[in-house]
């Protein structure tokens, strides 16, 4: 058995090592909570949480570092070094490393060469390998993850006025993980050229899929080049709204109720040779009308629950490339 | 005769003893195991105080049945549901092992927070033992992450949309929120890399972290000693009327009843 260690290092005085007591957290944390209640309240509590707490934040560093900056006891004047005993003479052949001579200064001992060797090598090793693995680990979600075209009908498969709940296979290779569904209504003509509202199914307030707040129809299913479309009209559309957290939204995909921070995302579309083709997404913050003449608050593509417009936007101000 | 039995006795003592002797000698192992368990803990210590043991149990529980159900578990989105099917409904104990693992995880965090509340309300997270405090946090963080990339395993409709908003939850943290939600699904949206970096995640990466921090949680518990009660009459700083007590071993010769008021 070992014998007890002393562990404290006060020579067992019983001195408590905390810091001294202080009233500020207090303070500081009320200025947090201003802080949180004004971003969603109101700017004048805003300002004063933020006061708050940079206030009592400072005076709560002042107190805690009080011990660190007193003023250090003036260090004892060190005793000389008691001449060391001489060095026990080696017995046989010469020393193994001649002692400088007078005059002369030893630079870079060897030691320290092979310190510094083993110590950069290994480090440099250390790099060499660890950076691939970390961009293996961290950029492929970044890379080639671009939307495919994707072709979901002939424009007239649409019935005017009606949304129709069309699901197909993202990546078919990948199977029913990649299933993707956009509610998808033809607005007729604005103009020459057809008008289409596409929203995307996924619910901008944490992902989960939206439902139409109508009454399906028959549904029909289409396949091309080995891709399956399925269509479902829909009468009567209402909106949409989510099973998870009870985000509810308007026909044009504005939010009416819950937690959602803006509008649904949309697709981009063309019509080529009397086909509908699905490009990349888009957020959007609201939109102003409706059907053809809608006004779209047009936003790069951002993630479920992160605020593309307001002062809340502050916070992403940068989005992955898509 | 009489003689001779007592020295036969001895002799198999001897034989039996022989594999350890031999391991100490060349190790200290034996030694390193009864200076690890034969520890001197203070006398007054309760049931409170084997939680820590009892999470560790149940850490030792979730590897154990988790590289079993990694023998049969497949993860591929094609195949992990009907995998996890096979285990369930068709292998012999396959629903005892996988229940082992489900319940065992919420039993986990619960031990570790229950053990959390002990140290906090013993005041055992205090000098010299705040080192102590932090790691356990960790490891309580990691346990809970365990539990996040462990749920989505099972590859159904529950862990799907879970998962989604667990990971989009993550992603609306501010400023690195945006990078990283596709950081942890391996992509804009959920697919055949999410599942198979989440194993990843659950079965190698955070249990090897786990692990080492156990070790030192360990090593810190074994340095620096057990906590008594704030109540009791050794604690810190508490006036001691009269001579020392002599020391104690808690585990091997429990203290005589009636000695702890003095």
Same mark, same amino acid.
């Given at each position: 058995?070992?014998?007890?260690?002393? +562990?404290?290092?006060?020579?067992?005085?019983?001195?408590?090592?905390?810091?001294?007591?202080?009233?500020?957290?207090?303070?500081?944390?009320?200025?947090?909570?201003?802080?949180?209640?004004?971003?969603?309240?109101?700017?004048?509590?805003?300002?004063?949480?933020?006061?708050?707490?940079?206030?009592?934040?400072?005076?709560?560093?002042?107190?805690?570092?009080?011990?660190?900056?007193?003023?250090?006891?003036?260090?004892?004047?060190?005793?000389?070094?008691?001449?060391?005993?001489?060095?026990?003479?080696?017995? *046989?052949?010469?020393?193994?490393?001649?002692?400088?001579?007078? %005059?002369?200064?030893?630079?870079?001992?060897?030691? !320290?060469?092979?310190?510094?060797?083993?110590?950069?090598?290994?480090?440099?090793?250390?790099?060499?390998?660890?950076?691939?693995?970390?961009?293996?680990?961290?950029?492929?979600?970044?890379? *080639?993850?671009?939307?495919?075209?994707?072709?979901?009908?002939? +424009?007239?498969?649409?019935?005017?006025? *009606?949304? +129709?709940?069309?699901?197909?296979?993202?990546?078919?290779?990948? %199977?029913?993980?990649?299933?993707?569904?956009?509610?998808?209504?033809?607005?007729?003509?604005?103009?020459?050229?057809?008008?289409?509202?596409?929203?995307?199914?996924?619910?901008?307030?944490?992902?989960?899929?939206?439902?139409?707040?109508?009454?399906?129809?028959? *549904?029909?299913?289409?396949?091309?080049?080995?891709?399956?479309?399925?269509?479902?009209?829909?009468?009567?559309?209402?909106?949409?709204?989510?099973?998870?957290?009870?985000?509810?939204?308007?026909?044009?995909?504005?939010?009416?109720?819950?937690?959602?921070?803006?509008?649904?995302?949309?697709?981009?579309?063309?019509?080529?040779?009397?086909?509908?083709?699905? %490009? !990349?997404?888009?957020?959007?913050?609201?939109?102003?009308?409706?059907?053809?003449?809608?006004?779209?608050? !047009?936003?790069?593509?951002?993630?479920?629950?992160?605020?593309?417009?307001?002062?809340?936007?502050?916070?992403?101000?940068?989005?992955?490339?898509? | 005769?009489?003689? &001779?039995? $007592?020295?036969? &006795?001895?002799?198999?003592?001897?034989?039996?003893?022989?594999?350890?002797?031999? @391991?100490?000698?060349?190790?200290?192992?034996?030694?390193?195991? &009864?200076?690890?368990? =034969?520890? &001197?803990? $203070?006398?007054?210590?309760?049931?409170?105080?084997?939680?820590?043991?009892?999470?560790?149990?149940?850490?030792? /529980? #979730?590897?154990?049945?988790?590289?079993?159900?990694?023998?049969?578990?497949?993860?591929?989105?094609?195949?992990?549901?009907?995998?996890?099917?096979?285990?369930?409904?068709? @292998?012999?104990?396959?629903?005892?092992?996988?229940?082992?693992?489900?319940?065992?995880?919420?039993? =986990?965090?619960?031990?570790?927070?229950?053990?959390?509340?002990?140290?906090?309300?013993?005041?055992?997270?205090?000098?010299?033992?705040?080192?102590?405090?932090?790691?356990?946090?960790?490891?309580?963080?990691?346990?809970?992450?365990?539990?996040?990339?462990?749920?989505?395993?099972?590859?159904? #409709?529950?862990?799907?949309?879970?998962?989604?908003?667990?990971?989009?939850? #993550?992603?609306?943290?501010?400023?690195?929120?945006?990078?990283?939600?596709?950081?942890? #699904?391996?992509?804009?949206?959920?697919?055949?890399?999410?599942?198979?970096?989440?194993?990843?995640?659950?079965?190698?990466?955070?249990?090897?972290?786990?692990?080492?921090?156990?070790?030192?949680?360990?090593?810190? /518990?074994?340095?620096?000693?057990?906590?008594?009660?704030?109540?009791?009459?050794?604690?810190?700083?508490?006036?001691?009327?009269?001579?020392? $007590?002599?020391?104690?071993?808690?585990?091997?010769?429990?203290?005589?009843?009636?000695?702890?008021?003095?």
């Amino acid at each position: 058995m070992n014998p007890p260690r002393d +562990v404290d290092p006060h020579g067992g005085q019983g001195t408590p090592h905390e810091p001294t007591p202080t009233i500020w957290p207090v303070g500081f944390a009320i200025g947090i909570a201003c802080l949180f209640v004004g971003l969603i309240i109101s700017t004048i509590v805003l300002i004063v949480g933020a006061v708050l707490t940079a206030i009592f934040g400072f005076l709560w560093i002042r107190d805690a570092t009080s011990g660190l900056r007193a003023v250090p006891a003036q260090p004892q004047e060190e005793p000389e070094p008691a001449p060391s005993a001489p060095p026990i003479p080696a017995h *046989k052949g010469p020393p193994a490393m001649p002692e400088p001579g007078e %005059g002369e200064v030893v630079r870079f001992p060897r030691s !320290k060469l092979l310190e510094a060797t083993t110590l950069g090598l290994g480090g440099l090793i250390g790099l060499v390998v660890t950076a691939p693995v970390l961009g293996f680990t961290v950029l492929p979600p970044f890379i *080639k993850q671009g939307h495919p075209e994707i072709d979901v009908g002939a +424009v007239d498969d649409f019935p005017e006025n *009606k949304f +129709v709940t069309t699901t197909y296979l993202l990546n078919p290779e990948q %199977g029913e993980v990649s299933r993707r569904t956009a509610y998808i209504r033809n607005n007729g003509f604005l103009g020459d050229a057809p008008s289409f509202t596409i929203l995307s199914n996924r619910c901008v307030h944490l992902g989960c899929p939206v439902q139409i707040n109508g009454l399906p129809l028959k *549904k029909s299913s289409e396949t091309r080049d080995g891709l399956v479309v399925d269509r479902t009209p829909n009468a009567a559309a209402a909106g949409f709204g989510c099973p998870c957290h009870g985000g509810q939204y308007d026909t044009e995909g504005n939010r009416t109720a819950g937690p959602p921070v803006r509008a649904l995302d949309r697709y981009e579309f063309r019509i080529d040779d009397g086909r509908l083709i699905l %490009g !990349k997404t888009f957020s959007v913050s609201e939109v102003d009308g409706t059907g053809a003449d809608a006004q779209i608050h !047009k936003y790069t593509q951002a993630g479920p629950g992160q605020h593309i417009d307001g002062i809340e936007a502050w916070l992403y101000p940068l989005q992955p490339p898509r | 005769m009489a003689r &001779k039995k $007592p020295g036969r &006795k001895d002799e198999l003592l001897k034989l039996l003893l022989y594999p350890l002797d031999w @391991l100490e000698e060349r190790s200290g192992l034996v030694g390193g195991v &009864k200076y690890f368990l =034969f520890r &001197k803990v $203070p006398g007054d210590i309760s049931w409170g105080h084997t939680l820590g043991s009892a999470s560790l149990t149940a850490f030792i /529980v #979730q590897a154990v049945t988790g590289v079993i159900l990694a023998m049969y578990y497949s993860p591929h989105p094609d195949t992990a549901y009907e995998s996890i099917r096979h285990i369930t409904d068709d @292998l012999w104990a396959g629903w005892l092992v996988r229940g082992m693992h489900r319940w065992g995880a919420s039993v =986990f965090i619960i031990l570790m927070f229950l053990h959390m509340g002990r140290v906090f309300l013993y005041g055992a997270y205090k000098f010299p033992r705040e080192l102590n405090w932090i790691i356990g946090a960790l490891i309580l963080v990691m346990g809970m992450m365990e539990g996040f990339f462990g749920y989505l395993l099972p590859w159904d #409709q529950t862990a799907y949309w879970a998962t989604i908003v667990g990971v989009n939850l #993550q992603a609306t943290g501010p400023f690195v929120g945006p990078f990283l939600g596709p950081v942890l #699904q391996g992509g804009y949206d959920i697919g055949p890399d999410t599942l198979a970096r989440f194993y990843s995640l659950h079965m190698l990466v955070l249990p090897g972290a786990i692990a080492g921090l156990i070790g030192l949680h360990l090593y810190l /518990v074994v340095r620096l000693g057990v906590v008594s009660p704030p109540w009791s009459p050794e604690a810190a700083g508490n006036e001691r009327p009269g001579p020392p $007590p002599a020391p104690r071993s808690g585990l091997v010769a429990p203290s005589p009843r009636g000695s702890r008021r003095r």
